[in-house]
């Protein structure tokens, strides 16, 4: 076992000393290798990652929305149907919910209105998320007036703003009283915006859904499930045509490994022909070859995957997250959490590493079953 051990450790002091000589090319290939696995990977990575930030945040959103459609139009929903939902046996909870849009002229962007149930907010006062507060350089107690559906002018005094820690979903946020809200829009006592609905048993939720699509037929019903699939789709979407846009680099990257890999130059068929004439097996040969282009795609992959790591999750992604983020005056400004998924390594490894490595394979034994003297001349 020693011996072998022996063996494989010159053969790689061998190949690094190889690959040494032939700096310039190794170097060159070394950091066109890199960006490719750079950018590849940071896309990857990314996409993962927001992708766990949207389940994250849906996790504690309601199992069911039930909202009112008319003529093929979300309307609002009277409360009376509330009294149907909680008659159907194995909800546990159904409350509506008030909320909607507002533009502001001053900032040139939109708010979501809310009514927060729990804590509940004082008429008059408003809470506000961090991408209203920088937009507005809003600080507490000042005040922010803005036409009701009336033109009537209603006043809101700033109460406090939302920690940053939760801008991914409360940038944009505007939190008022249900009076001010219903004030706002011109909504009347009774009406909701939409009803959210909890389930017991959450392996019920699709024959809950049923009943109460059943029990009212007027309505359209939104699971959380769909929600997420929908996110799901989007970044898929969204990943694939940066992907698309970059194939032309990722095509000319291929070609590029392919004819360093396949193609020999004269003085690296005069290596192992005097590797052959000193007594080197053929076998000997091409593990050679081989931990020399190995040696080139590990580093490449390790690099290029530690650059895309400290990208994504240090750097904020700034070359890819207007397309896989998406954009607005209001746009949340967070950090995502790192998180690596094996399998996601394993196949960015696989499509990276493993065709370099075995790309090699054919040309060197194609040099090293040829007469060493013929090699040579």
């Known amino acids: 076992m020693r011996v072998w ?31 490719i696995v750079f950018v590849l990977a940071s896309v990857m990575l990314f996409s993962h990652a927001i992708r766990r930030e949207a389940a994250t945040v849906l996790a504690k959103s309601p199992e069911v929305l039930v909202q009112r459609m008319v003529a093929g139009r ?22 509506g919910r008030l909320w909607g849009y507002l533009f502001d002229p001053a900032a040139a962007a939109n708010y ?15 809470v506000i998320g961090d991408g209203v507060v920088r937009v507005r350089n809003a600080d507490p107690g ?11 002018l209603v006043q809101f005094k700033v109460d406090h703003a939302i920690s940053r820690e939760s801008a991914l979903v409360s940038a944009d946020l505007f939190l008022v009283a249900e009076e001010d809200f219903r004030r706002l829009f011109g909504i009347p006592a009774g009406m909701f915006t939409d009803l959210a609905v909890s389930v017991r048993n959450p392996r019920e939720v699709g024959k809950i859904a049923e009943k109460i699509d059943a029990a009212l037929p007027d309505t359209r019903i939104v699971l959380r499930d769909e929600i997420l699939r929908t996110y799901e789709s989007v970044f898929d979407w969204r990943e694939g045509m940066l992907l698309v846009l970059l194939a032309g680099s990722i095509l000319a990257f291929a070609i590029f490994s392919w004819e360093k890999a396949s193609g020999l130059s004269a003085e690296e068929r005069r290596e192992i022909g005097i590797l052959k004439a000193v007594g080197w097996e053929t076998g000997d040969v091409i593990l050679l070859k081989m931990l020399e282009g190995l040696v080139v795609s590990l580093s490449a992959f390790l690099v290029g995957y530690l650059l895309a790591y400290a990208h994504v999750f240090h750097l904020g ?9 998406g954009w607005a005056v209001l746009y949340p400004k967070y950090r995502l959490t790192p998180f690596v998924d094996e399998l996601q390594v394993a196949t960015l490894f696989f499509f990276t590493v493993f065709p370099y490595t075995v790309a090699t394979v054919v040309p060197i034994w194609r040099a090293a079953i040829v007469d060493p003297d013929q090699v040579m001349r």
């Open 5 to 35: 051990l022996n063996k494989q450790r010159n053969l790689l002091d061998f190949s690094l000393s190889s690959l040494s000589r032939r700096r310039g090319k190794t170097l060159g290939m070394l950091t066109v290798y890199t960006s």
């Open 74 to 95: 979300h309307d609002l929903i009277p409360a009376r149907h509330l009294d149907a939902i909680r008659g159907v046996r194995g909800v546990q909870s159904a409350e």
């Open 112 to 126: 979501t209105l809310m009514v927060p149930t729990n804590p509940r907010i004082e008429p008059g006062k408003v």
């Open 142 to 152: 000042d005040l922010m007036s803005f036409r009701a559906h009336d033109g009537s």
């Open 317 to 325: 992604a700034g070359l890819f997250e207007p397309v896989l983020k």
